[in-house]
């Protein structure tokens, strides 16, 4: 579906076009819907982050009735990784392998294949590629094999968070050669500093990610 995309040069947001987006060389790939992130009851709640699986499961249809692939990233991370605070990184402990917190979000729609990042340590962010926990190199996930498995050349990216995981897939969906989109009305930013899931969607527009929808108000 090469050209289906509103031009977002010099920043401005995209409007929605969400009937052209799908196609069988698409896929939807949902970011990180997962307890700890959406439900406020989480270890490192995202704020808004439930608000948004209405939309991101109204996509889910949208992709299922054009026959495209939809994969889902899922935070899985080792009760020790350099990712946390008690470890050197700068997060509390989150999505701990089959821990409530690591499972997708209960209303959640699940049609598709699940990559788990971080399982053996990794620290990172980016559904493709964590780096390993002894020195630093990269350890891919099996998102890329998976869409070139299944003839995908476009990406549109969901979930959380806007300023981490969101970023980091769709930044690096680009620099693998993907036409990447990422869709406003259905992620949400961590904001630790305010600003940051502006500041992203301002990095991903810089490096040709489209921005397609309304941008939510809470950024
Ligand atoms: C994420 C912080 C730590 C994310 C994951 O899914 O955006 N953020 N681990
Ligand atoms: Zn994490």
């Not at 050209?3 to 987006?21: F, I, L, N, P, Y």
């Amino acid at each position: 579906m090469t050209g289906t995309w509103k031009s977002t040069h010099s920043g401005a947001w995209a409007v929605d076009d969400s009937e052209a987006r799908y196609g069988p060389q698409v896929a939807l790939v949902v970011v990180d819907l997962q307890n700890d992130f959406a439900d406020p009851a989480g270890s490192l709640p995202v704020r808004g982050g439930a608000e948004i699986v209405p939309s991101v499961n109204a996509e889910i249809q949208r992709a299922l009735a054009a026959g495209a692939e939809i994969a889902y990233t899922q935070d899985w991370h080792p009760a020790h990784t350099p990712h946390f605070a008690q470890d050197g990184g700068i997060w509390p402990v989150h999505c701990l392998h089959d821990s409530w917190g690591a499972e997708l979000h209960p209303d959640l729609s699940v049609k598709g294949p699940i990559v788990r990042k971080g399982t053996h340590g990794e620290d990172g962010y980016s559904g493709f590629s964590m780096r390993n926990p002894a020195g630093g190199l990269p350890v891919t996930t099996g998102l890329d094999a998976e869409l070139a498995r299944a003839g995908v050349e476009s990406l549109v990216i969901c979930g959380l968070a806007t300023d981490y995981c969101v970023k980091a897939t769709a930044l690096d969906g680009v620099r693998l050669g993907y036409e990447t989109a990422v869709l406003l009305d259905a992620i949400r930013a961590v904001d630790l500093e305010p600003g940051d899931g502006d500041r992203a969607l301002a990095e991903m527009a810089e490096a040709g990610v489209v921005l397609v929808g309304i941008r939510a108000a809470t950024s």
